[in-house]
């Protein structure tokens, strides 16, 4: 009887094993890149975002408390400054400043409340009194411009460091 010699074939050549590490290697690596590259993407979105909510909350409330107000005390009229001090409607003064890059509101003897959060600094606010000096009449309402700028808080990364400024005027209603 013939006995044939069946010669199987199963295994991998050296050759074809290296051909697919390295084809599963170059695919890791990119999808690692992508992952990496939306992730680091994500976080400038989100710092992006939390400076401009913070600073849109902020004018959003400066401005309504202008609108309410009775007075504008300081600063006075054609001048500028650091806070801005409002007589309302109401017996007590209200006070807005920025602390250690936070802007508070104060009203009367109550304790600060803060509008902005603390992964955000308010750097360069102002508030400018729009109104002339020589026409103030009884019936001239002041206007109050806002500026700031915000920038985000992160002292261990350079790479997300972001900065905005913004702009306002308000009239007292």
């Keep these: 009887m013939f006995l044939k010699k069946i010669k199987l074939n199963t295994g991998f050549t050296l050759v074809e094993i290296s051909t697919y590490i390295t084809i599963f290697g170059i695919l890791a690596v990119g999808l690692v890149s992508f992952g990496l590259s939306i992730s680091f993407?994500?976080?400038?979105?989100?710092?992006?975002?939390?400076?401009?909510?913070?600073?849109?909350?902020?004018?959003?409330?400066?401005?309504?408390?202008?609108?309410?107000?009775s007075s504008t005390i300081t600063p006075l009229p054609n001048l500028a400054s650091t806070s801005l001090i409002l007589g309302m409607n109401i017996d007590q003064d209200l006070i807005i400043t920025a602390s250690s890059g936070i802007i508070?509101?104060?009203?009367?003897?109550?304790?600060?409340?803060?509008?902005?959060?603390?992964?955000?600094?308010?750097?360069?606010?102002?508030?400018?009194?729009?109104?002339?000096?020589?026409?103030?009449?009884?019936?001239?309402?002041?206007s109050v411009k806002i500026e700031m700028t915000v920038e985000y808080r992160d002292a261990y990364s350079k790479e997300y460091e972001y900065s905005e400024s913004f702009q306002t005027a308000v009239g007292i209603k």
Excluded: C, H, M
Excluded at 43 to 48: D, E, L
Excluded at 110 to 129: E, G
């Design 104 to 142: 508070t509101l104060t009203s009367g003897t109550s304790s600060p409340v803060n509008i902005t959060s603390q992964k955000v600094s308010v750097t360069n606010l102002i508030f400018s009194n729009l109104s002339a000096s020589s026409t103030r009449a009884s019936s001239t309402k002041d």
């Design 41 to 69: 993407l994500n976080k400038k979105i989100y710092v992006a975002q939390e400076v401009q909510t913070n600073a849109q909350i902020a004018l959003n409330l400066i401005s309504q408390k202008i609108s309410s107000a």
